[in-house]
T-cell receptor, first 111, second 117 residues
C-alpha cells in the first residue's frame, strides 16, 4: 500500500472556480502535513502546512485535515491560470521534517 | 526570498565522470539537510539525510558509495554523483528546515537537472 495517495489528474477547472485536491495517507502516527506546488521543471514550493484537525486558511488556499479518516485536502478559491501546476501533499513523522511525498495532482486552470 | 540555494541548476556530463552539487542554507544554520531525486512524472524520493559533522543516512536502495554526501559546515551540504551513468539522469533537489521540530517546514533549493550522456 502506498504511503501517500493522490489522484494524478489532470484536474481541470475553469478560471474563478474552486479547485479541490485530495490526499490520503496510511501512517496513523503522521504529525505534520504539507502542500507543495511544483511548476514544471522547478522545485516544490511550500503552499500550506497543517498540524491539527480542521481547516486552515491562507488567502485563497484552505487546507483541511482529518486525522481520523487519514486525509488532507487543499481548496483553491478563485482559481487562476497561474495556479496550474502539480500539487504535492507530504507528511512528516518525527523530527527534522523528513517528508514522504505523494505523486502529485496536476491542476489545469482553463480560461 | 529563497532560503536554500542550490548550484548548479543544470549540468550535462559524460558517462563515467563525477558531478558535485552544492546546497547552501541562506541566513540560517542547518544541521540537517535532505537530498531528494525526482524522475520525470514521478514524485520526490528521499535519497539521504545529510548530517553536519557526521555521516549521512541513506535511504534503502541508495548506494552510499555512488552518491557521496559531505556536510562540512552548518550552511553547506554537497552531493557528488560518482561515475555517473545515463540512468542517474534526474532532477536532484536539496532541502533544509530552519528548525528541528516536526512542525518546521522544509524549504527546497531550485534543483539541479543532471543529464548524463
Amino acid at each position: 500500500q502506498k504511503e501517500v495517495e493522490q489522484n494524478s489528474g489532470p484536474l481541470s477547472v475553469p478560471e474563478g472556480a474552486i479547485a479541490s485536491l485530495n490526499c490520503t495517507y496510511s501512517d496513523r502516527v503522521s504529525q505534520s502535513f504539507f502542500w507543495y506546488r511544483q511548476y514544471s521543471g522547478k522545485s516544490p514550493e511550500l503552499i500550506m502546512s497543517i498540524y491539527s484537525n480542521g481547516d486552515k486558511e491562507d488567502g485563497r488556499f484552505t487546507a483541511q485535515l482529518n486525522k481520523a479518516s487519514q486525509y488532507v485536502s487543499l481548496l483553491i478559491r478563485d482559481s487562476q491560470p497561474s495556479d496550474s501546476a502539480t500539487y504535492l501533499c507530504a507528511f512528516a513523522t518525527g523530527t527534522a521534517s523528513k517528508l514522504t511525498f505523494g505523486t502529485g495532482t496536476r491542476l489545469q486552470v482553463t480560461l | 526570498g529563497a532560503v536554500v540555494s542550490q548550484h548548479p541548476s543544470w549540468v550535462i556530463c559524460k558517462s563515467g565522470t563525477s558531478v558535485k552539487i552544492e546546497c547552501r542554507s541562506l541566513d540560517f544554520q542547518a544541521t540537517t539537510m535532505f537530498w531528494y531525486r525526482q524522475f520525470p512524472k514521478q514524485s520526490l524520493m528521499l535519497m539521504a539525510t545529510s548530517n553536519e559533522g557526521s555521516k549521512a543516512t541513506y535511504e534503502q536502495g541508495v548506494e552510499k558509495d555512488k552518491f557521496l554526501i559531505n556536510h562540512a559546515s552548518l550552511t553547506l551540504s554537497t552531493l557528488t554523483v560518482t561515475s555517473a551513468h545515463p540512468e542517474d539522469s534526474s532532477f536532484y533537489i536539496c532541502s533544509a528546515s530552519r528548525g528541528s521540530g516536526v512542525n518546521s517546514p522544509l524549504h527546497f533549493g531550485n534543483g539541479t537537472r543532471l543529464t548524463v550522456t
